[in-house]
């Protein structure tokens, strides 16, 4: 445990003193800052239009905000994550630090997860940034918090396996371009996966849309937690993890 | 304290290391000798844990490498040829980083930086970000990584590779300074650098074992050259055989002559005996020229010698000037 803590540390410290962790954040904040400005207006817009319709319609915050800005975060980590993940271990190999990981007395797991939970934590200060969008909210009016976290929740648990699946892929290349590159193709193919649904309801479509990473989001954003996208989670970063830590193995055989 | 025996490796399509077998005793310290592309690198690799061998057992401290390789990593300090450093970090901070890797209790951690750091006279660049750092520094820092969990064994991979002849010097001083304490192995291609630190050679060539012996021995074998003309009375197959007949010569072996007419070859002696007089008989009572005999004192001969003079010569004549 300390071992993960010790690596996990290292590369926040990384992350952090470099211009990495920074420029993501900047860019999160303009474009989380963005929707959330955008659907909160769009809502202002919509509850003064049926007022003087007068129709007293009560509104919810929750499902005409808050869901649909949760939905277009989802779709922005698509395209963030792999920034995140690509540098994990190809830049390790690239300046053959990979060497003293290799040959000090931590097990492969143990860098793996260290890795992952630091590629996780610095997700996680991206949600933040969401976090303080969203406190405005609570401030100008009363949503229901419920739905809020569980919104974070699942988009917690999508960072968390795509940045494991980035993991895997960091461990195949010495380039980071590569590695966010192909991270990238594999994120948008889970999202767009699911578009073959209007195609009609065969199995083989109904096994493909499963695998979509973005639809499991949707009910998280309406403050539903279904076990169905807990597992497909779950799985899929026990997968990631895993994939990663072999792939680590194979490099002591391959180098 | 290493014990290997029989190690092979193996890639895709060629062998990189074949089957050496050798051992080195507590306290030593150990040149790891052999032109660019001799298995110098893979070797300690092995040793290491970075990767398993083909074929063969590898013991450090008794622990078996591939067996118990957590036993092994922790009493292994491993410089690789490129230092693994993170440019972003402040020196301190990385050594502390691979201070808690290697297991120090946190307790101890800063006190152990302290010292490495004192050790490898990097003291006075603590906060500095290794990015900004010289080549000699991160060298250093390189070493100073190496031995900040105090290790039995240390494994460098040419720790003075581009290096310049002070910091070279300095960083010989510090190698020195570290054994007694630590076993040391050191891979080098330059001949006076194991003239200079180590006490014991191992030779390897395209992957094979040459000689394992210690510098002093290596230094005076009787091993020396001989130039002859034979005007044409004999060629080069007869003289060879007439050499070879003399009393206590273990070896012959041709050599390229300088000049047209001459024929020359290395000879060797058995161990402790001195043939030359008994060869330069047999060549004037054959009725043939001698020109020249010349012995192989310097390691840097004997090393030409024994791993093929062709393709070694010309890094051997950087090897001096970086003496200089």
């Not at chain 1, 202002?44 to 649909?68: F, L, W």
């Not at chain 1, 630090?97 to 991206?126: F, H, N, Q, R």
């Not at chain 2, 025996?5 to 507590?26: E, M």
């Amino acid at each position: 445990m300390r071992n993960v803590w010790t690596i996990c540390r290292r590369e926040l410290y990384s992350y952090f003193v470099s211009p990495i962790a920074w420029v993501l954040l900047t860019l999160f904040a303009f474009l989380s800052g963005w929707f959330a400005w955008l659907s909160s207006s769009y809502f202002v817009q919509d509850t003064m239009a049926s007022q003087m319709r007068g129709q007293a319609v009560p509104m919810s915050v929750n499902e005409m905000v808050i869901a649909p800005l949760f939905g277009n975060i989802a779709v922005i980590g698509l395209f963030l994550i792999p920034l995140i993940s690509m540098r994990l271990f190809a830049e390790e190999k690239r300046q053959g630090t990979i060497e003293l990981l290799i040959t000090s007395p931590v097990t492969d797991l143990e860098v793996v997860i260290g890795k992952w939970l630091a590629a996780v934590l610095m997700y996680a200060s991206l949600l933040a940034v969401l976090a303080f969008d969203i406190s405005f909210l609570f401030i100008y009016g009363s949503p229901d918090w419920k739905p809020v976290v569980s919104g974070f929740a699942g988009l917690l648990l999508q960072g968390a396996a795509l940045l494991a699946f980035g993991a895997f892929i960091s461990t195949l290349t010495k380039n980071q371009i590569v590695a966010g590159a192909i991270g990238f193709g594999l994120a948008l193919l889970l999202w767009i996966i699911n578009w073959a649904t209007s195609l009609g309801d065969s199995t083989a479509i109904r096994i493909v849309s499963y695998l979509s990473i973005v639809s499991h989001m949707e009910s998280f954003s309406r403050g539903v937690i279904d076990t169905k996208d807990l597992i497909y989670y779950l799985s899929m970063i026990f997968l990631g993890l895993f994939l990663t830590t072999r792939s680590l193995e194979s490099l002591r055989w391959r180098a | 304290m290493i014990q290997v025996t029989g190690l092979s490796k193996k890639y895709a399509n060629y062998v990189a290391v074949d089957n050496i077998t050798f051992s080195v005793d507590k306290g030593d310290i150990v040149g790891f000798l052999g032109p660019n592309g001799a298995g110098k690198t893979t070797t300690m690799r092995v040793l290491t844990g970075f990767m398993p061998p083909t074929a063969g057992k590898v013991t450090v401290g008794g622990y078996d490498v591939f067996e118990q390789p957590f036993e092994v990593k922790k009493h292994i300090g491993y410089l690789p040829e490129a230092p693994p450093l993170y440019p972003e970090m402040s020196v301190v901070d990385y050594l502390t980083f691979v201070a808690r890797l290697k297991g120090i209790p946190n307790a101890e951690v800063a006190d152990r930086v302290q010292q490495a750091m004192k050790k490898c006279s990097v003291a006075d660049v603590t906060t500095k970000l290794i990015s900004k750092l010289s080549k000699g520094y991160r060298q250093r820092v390189g070493l100073a990584q190496a031995i900040v969990h105090n290790p039995d064994v240390l494994i460098l991979d040419e720790p003075t590779s581009g290096l310049d002849p002070k910091q070279i010097l300095e960083t010989r001083d510090l190698i020195k300074g570290l054994a007694g304490d630590h076993t040391v192995i050191l891979s080098t291609h330059i001949l006076p650098e194991v003239e200079a630190i180590c006490k014991k050679v191992i030779i390897i060539n395209k992957g094979k074992l040459v000689k394992t012996d210690s510098v002093e021995n290596l230094k005076n074998r009787a091993a020396f050259m001989i130039e002859l003309n034979t005007r044409g009375s004999a060629d080069e197959v007869a003289v060879r055989q007439k050499l070879e007949q003399v009393v206590s010569v273990s070896k012959v072996v041709d050599r390229e002559s300088t000049t047209s007419g001459r024929l020359a070859f290395d000879v060797e002696g058995l161990a402790g005996s001195d043939v030359r007089p008994d060869v330069a008989r047999a060549v004037v009572q054959a009725g043939w020229n001698l020109l020249e005999m010349k012995s192989s004192t310097t390691l840097e001969e004997v090393f030409i010698e024994l791993t093929g003079a062709d393709q070694v010569a010309p890094e051997s004549v950087t090897a001096g000037e970086e003496q200089l």
